[in-house]
């Protein structure tokens, strides 16, 4: 741990991550403590531009404890899930040498040195947007570069994977795949991209915020119960799920938007119908997630192919993927028709992340949403418009996978003191 300015020196790593959103999911456990899945799962990494964490971490000989602050609050690190993914990485951790500040940190320095982290997520924490897989895989990943382990992304999946199930999947970007794996210690529990984001470039995602409130019931206890008491989720696992797969990587590969859509949309129903299916059952969709799916299904029908795949994750909002950005512009009229903000809402804050999209739809200020007339398939049953009852809308896309962002305006932690900016 030599330095030559004693033991005051700071080391810092800034990175940001991406989220993911399960197109085939992840519901189920077949060990607790490893998050060992019960069946595979597939899910599209989203622009980080729009959905990410970003977690900046620091180690210095003047740090007592770990520490952690998310969104500006100091949280816990005393959780089984975040001592795992520090433990693995301590074990991993290599020799790290910093010419310019005269640090030389080796192996073994490791386990005594303490850390500092520093996370913000620029969505909802807990609202069904799998902002813990984000942070976890972002945690896991930049404290990986902080100490110089030599790990692949897959085998860096494994540990995040013990921190939040669905974190192994953020490590990529494109679309990942989460293989359950055989062995009962895990080893073999990895994720793996199945192709990059360059891949399949024309889907355009738009993400109703239909509640950013954390969620009554969290996904860990949920699952739990699933397990317990659901004999539909065995026979998904065991029956449906292996076959979706194969078929979902087909259609990925292919670029075949519809078996893609009716493949995710599919599923998203089967993952809910499981949740009902639990004792007591679980309501994570709402009415106003019933309305989006019953206008989506509407317009696929009317088309006579799919231009629209939802898929919604333990909370009420919805992930509508569309095939290019024509259909995206299509499906925001459709959406800003039924749920158009509250009057004293303003347009930029409603529709935030990709604004152009809100140009291809022909939207340039509110009046142009009041200005909306029913789309063709809701014109027989002349629908009411339910305003104020979608938070915002976020327009995105496919993303990368992690980056180390090595400008230093961007770290979250005070180089000097080692506490949040």
Same mark, same amino acid.
């Given at each position: 741990?030599?330095?030559?300015?004693?033991?005051?020196?700071?080391?810092?790593?800034?990175?940001?991550?991406?989220?993911?959103?399960?197109?085939?999911?992840?519901?189920?456990?077949?060990?607790?403590?490893?998050?060992?899945?019960?069946?595979?799962?597939?899910?599209?990494?989203?622009?980080?531009?729009?959905?990410?964490?970003?977690?900046?971490?620091?180690?210095?000989?003047?740090?007592?404890?770990?520490?952690?602050?998310?969104?500006?609050?100091?949280?816990?690190?005393?959780?089984?899930?975040?001592?795992?993914?520090?433990?693995?990485?301590?074990?991993?951790?290599?020799?790290?040498?910093?010419?310019? +500040?005269?640090?030389?940190?080796?192996?073994?320095?490791?386990?005594?040195?303490?850390?500092?982290?520093?996370?913000?997520?620029?969505?909802?924490?807990?609202?069904?947007?799998?902002?813990?897989?984000?942070?976890?895989?972002?945690?896991?990943?930049?404290?990986?570069?902080?100490?110089?382990?030599?790990?692949?992304?897959?085998?860096?999946?494994?540990?995040?994977?013990?921190?939040?199930?669905?974190?192994?999947?953020?490590?990529?970007?494109?679309?990942?795949?989460?293989?359950?794996?055989?062995?009962?210690?895990?080893?073999?529990?990895?994720?793996?991209?199945?192709?990059?984001?360059?891949?399949?470039?024309?889907?355009?995602?738009?993400?109703?915020?239909?509640?950013?409130?954390?969620?009554?019931?969290?996904?860990?206890?949920?699952?739990?119960?699933?397990?317990?008491?659901?004999? %539909?989720?065995?026979?998904?696992?065991?029956?449906?799920?292996?076959?979706?797969? +194969?078929?979902?990587?087909?259609?990925?590969?292919?670029?075949?938007?519809?078996?893609?859509?009716?493949?995710?949309?599919?599923?998203?129903?089967?993952?809910?119908?499981?949740?009902?299916?639990?004792?007591?059952?679980?309501?994570?969709?709402?009415?106003?997630?019933? +309305?989006?799916?019953?206008?989506?299904?509407?317009?696929?029908?009317?088309?006579?192919?799919?231009?629209?795949?939802?898929?919604?994750?333990?909370?009420?909002?919805?992930?509508?993927?569309?095939?290019?950005?024509?259909?995206?512009?299509?499906?925001?009229?459709?959406?800003?028709?039924?749920?158009?903000?509250?009057?004293?809402?303003?347009?930029?804050?409603?529709?935030?992340?990709?604004?152009?999209?809100? +140009?291809?739809?022909?939207?340039?200020?509110?009046?142009?949403?009041?200005? %909306?007339?029913?789309?063709?398939?809701?014109?027989?049953?002349?629908?009411?418009?339910?305003?104020?009852?979608?938070?915002?809308?976020?327009?995105?896309?496919?993303?990368?996978?992690?980056?180390?962002?090595?400008?230093?305006?961007?770290?979250?932690?005070?180089?000097?003191?080692? %506490?949040?900016?």
């Amino acid at each position: 741990m030599a330095a030559e300015s004693g033991d005051k020196w700071i080391l810092t790593v800034t990175a940001q991550t991406p989220t993911n959103i399960a197109v085939i999911k992840y519901w189920g456990k077949r060990h607790e403590e490893l998050i060992l899945p019960i069946n595979d799962s597939i899910s599209v990494t989203l622009d980080p531009d729009h959905l990410c964490t970003t977690t900046s971490v620091a180690v210095s000989p003047a740090f007592t404890h770990d520490r952690m602050w998310l969104n500006g609050k100091e949280v816990s690190l005393s959780g089984d899930r975040f001592q795992n993914c520090l433990r693995e990485l301590r074990s991993r951790a290599s020799d790290v040498e910093d010419e310019k +500040k005269g640090i030389k940190i080796s192996k073994k320095d490791w386990e005594k040195l303490r850390l500092h982290i520093v996370s913000f997520n620029n969505f909802p924490t807990a609202a069904g947007l799998a902002s813990s897989a984000a942070g976890l895989a972002c945690l896991v990943f930049s404290l990986a570069n902080l100490m110089n382990v030599k790990e692949d992304h897959s085998k860096l999946s494994a540990i995040a994977r013990q921190g939040s199930g669905s974190a192994c999947r953020s490590l990529f970007g494109g679309f990942a795949k989460w293989i359950m794996g055989k062995e009962e210690n895990g080893s073999d529990s990895i994720a793996v991209q199945l192709a990059d984001e360059k891949h399949w470039d024309d889907l355009v995602i738009i993400i109703a915020v239909v509640s950013s409130r954390q969620k009554e019931t969290s996904s860990t206890s949920g699952m739990r119960d699933t397990v317990e008491t659901s004999m %539909l989720l065995q026979h998904r696992a065991k029956e449906v799920v292996p076959k979706r797969v +194969k078929q979902m990587e087909e259609a990925i590969e292919k670029r075949d938007f519809p078996s893609f859509a009716r493949l995710a949309c599919a599923d998203s129903n089967q993952f809910h119908a499981v949740c009902l299916d639990t004792l007591p059952p679980i309501f994570y969709m709402n009415d106003t997630s019933h +309305k989006i799916i019953s206008c989506v299904e509407k317009w696929n029908r009317h088309e006579g192919t799919p231009q629209v795949a939802y898929t919604f994750d333990a909370g009420p909002n919805a992930v509508l993927i569309s095939h290019n950005r024509k259909t995206a512009a299509l499906l925001l009229q459709r959406l800003l028709f039924l749920f158009p903000p509250q009057s004293d809402t303003d347009l930029d804050s409603y529709v935030i992340g990709d604004k152009t999209i809100l +140009k291809d739809a022909g939207i340039h200020e509110m009046k142009d949403v009041e200005a %909306l007339a029913p789309p063709p398939e809701l014109k027989e049953n002349a629908p009411t418009r339910n305003k104020g009852d979608v938070s915002y809308f976020i327009c995105t896309r496919p993303g990368r996978g992690p980056v180390v962002l090595n400008d230093e305006s961007r770290s979250l932690i005070n180089s000097e003191t080692g %506490l949040p900016k």
